[in-house]
């Protein structure tokens, strides 16, 4: 199969996909683009943002920001006021947050409530705990994860995107990403399934707090970057953004006790595809990936634009995209 043969075999089968990129020892082999992207487009990468804000709290880890991620989130929130008879918010951790394991007042995302609010992370809080106490149950959250971007910006007093910028993005040669926070429900929801390229912006809420669940827009090249980065220890041209530390521990594989998520494992924020060659991605709904195979030095890159009925490319990339490649070189 040549290039063209998988455009075309891409065109039919994945009609959604915008960009692909992929690097193979630290070297760009494949780049492409479909439905009149250009190279350099964005598409919202969905949940994909729940790993790149892990990076970011490696870094303000790193940083000393944050002392350790067995703080708890209340220690980070002085002045927020405990719901009455509220008692397991107490014993969260910021650990909790990022393995998807702290317990909340609620079933699902609350969109309409947080999104509603004056102050998303305050919200959040207001939803966090609930009387079962602390089971360690895997629960998937997206909205109520705001907390993770609210403790960012209690530690840095930087926005989101500004901290993003300074210490991620321009580092590794992503542009410089702005905010955009949505005056109305529909632009938000114009935000999240419109099929044109976006700019290099990142969802806000209205004190210009960064969504860590969603809302990041990134072209597939900045995708890819962003993965070899993470296929090379922290390290971005001998240049070390983030430590060695946090990627051996961000993508330290844990059972999830549902087969709701196609019997993956979890990290911090990452997906583990296999633990034992080191596989790991991003993922956000509508098929955006960022894919790191430790094993073979590879890294895919899909960008992609919405399209409810796709969760995730994972086989797409190891039964096409991967072989080509290996083939190819």
Known sequence: MNKDELHNIISNSQSNICQIVVYKDSEK???DEWND??????????????????????????????????????DYFPDYTVKRGERTIYDITIKHLLTMRAPYKCKGDPWSKVCSSDDWTKTSLDLL??????????????????ILTGILHKVSNMTTV??????LFE?????????????????HKHFTMCKDPKENVWFCDPTQIGTPGYGLCLSATDMAKIGLLCLNKGKY??????SSNWIDEMTQPVLV?????????????????????????????????????????????IASYFKPT????????????????LEKL
């Open 162 to 167: 500004d901290y993003a910028n300074k210490y």
């Open 29 to 31: 082999v494949y780049s």
């Open 257 to 301: 006790e549902s087969d709701k998520f196609r019997n993956m494992m979890y990290g911090y924020l990452w997906w583990i595809i296999d633990k034992e060659k080191k596989i790991y991605a991003a993922i956000g709904n509508s098929g955006n990936v960022i894919y790191v195979d430790s094993t073979n030095n590879i890294v895919v890159a």
């Open 37 to 74: 992207y250009k190279v350099d487009d964005c598409t919202h990468v969905m949940s994909a943002t729940k790993s790149v804000v892990s990076l970011l709290i490696g870094i303000a880890l790193d940083q000393g920001l944050i002392k350790s991620l067995d703080d708890k989130v209340l």
């Open 171 to 187: 580092p590794i040669g992503v542009k410089k990403h702005t905010n955009y926070y949505a005056e109305t429900a529909g632009d």
């Open 237 to 242: 041209k001998d240049k070390q953004i983030v």
């Open 129 to 146: 705990g609930g009387r079962k106490g602390i089971t360690n149950d895997f629960n998937y959250q997206t909205v109520c994860l705001h």
């Open 310 to 325: 796709v969760f995730d490319r994972v086989d797409f990339i190891e039964t096409v995209i991967k072989p080509f490649i």
